[in-house]
Structure formats: C-alpha cells, structure tokens
Nanobody, 126 residues
Framework: QVQLVESGGGLVQAGASLRLSCAAS????????MGWFRQAPGNEREFVAAITWNDGSTYYADSVKGRFQISRDNAKSTIYLQMNRLKPEDTAVYYC???????????????????WGQGTQVTVSS
C-alpha cells in the first residue's frame, strides 16, 4: 500500500499560479499511476490530471488542459501539479491519488482508487 501526503494549497487571486505537491511512500511506489482529483462544495469529485512514474506520460481533464501541468520527481517520489491562470471555478479540495498498474487515462476513468491523500484546499478569489 502507498501513502500520500499533499501540500501547497492556499488562497490566491484569479490569474495567479500555485503548485501542489504529493509525496508518496510505501512499497512499489513506481508501480502506481498517480493522479490529482478535486472536489468543490456540492459537487462530485472530478479528475484533474494523471502521470506515470516510468515514462512520465500524462493525461488531463479538458477543463485544465493548457493551464495545469503535472510532473514527477522520481528521486523524491513526489508529483506536482503546477496550476497557472487560476479561475474561481478551480476552487476545491485537491486530492492526490494512486492506482496500481494502470495508465494516466485509466486513472481518469476510476472513482475508487487504491490510495488517497488527505486533500489540500485551493481557493481562488475573483
């Protein structure tokens, strides 16, 4: 089982940037595909972006494509979500998640993943 700890949330104005981090630990971390999801009040949790450790292949939700970038640092077992040109509708709790042996697109198609972080709040004011 893998453990995930997010950091980097906060309150920013529209148009600003923010970077989230997710540190992974446990056995066979590299065998998991990693993703970011978010949940706004009153909404269901939705997929944001995903990445694999080995080749760094990525997949994004259409709503963030071109504004957000997911990346990984294999040496630190950490993934990042660089969020640029933030909008008020990006306000949500952001969760890091991991799923064994799948692809980034596979992560986007799942609602129950193998592991979740505790979440970090991102608030974008207008």
């Amino acid at each position: 089982q893998v453990q995930l700890v997010e950091s980097g949330g906060g309150l920013v104005q529209a148009g600003a940037s923010l970077r989230l981090s997710c540190a992974a630990s446990g056995r066979s971390v590299s065998r998991y595909a990693m993703g970011w999801f978010r949940q706004a009040p009153g909404n269901e949790r939705e997929f944001v972006a995903a990445i694999t450790w080995n080749d760094g292949s990525t997949y994004y939700a259409d709503s963030v494509k071109g504004r957000f970038q997911i990346s990984r640092d294999n040496a630190k077992s950490t993934i990042y979500l660089q969020m640029n040109r933030l909008k008020p509708e990006d306000t949500a709790v952001y969760y890091c998640a991991a799923e064994w042996g799948t692809t980034p697109q596979g992560v986007s198609e799942r609602t129950l993943l193998d592991a979740w972080g505790q979440g970090t709040q991102v608030t974008v004011s207008s």
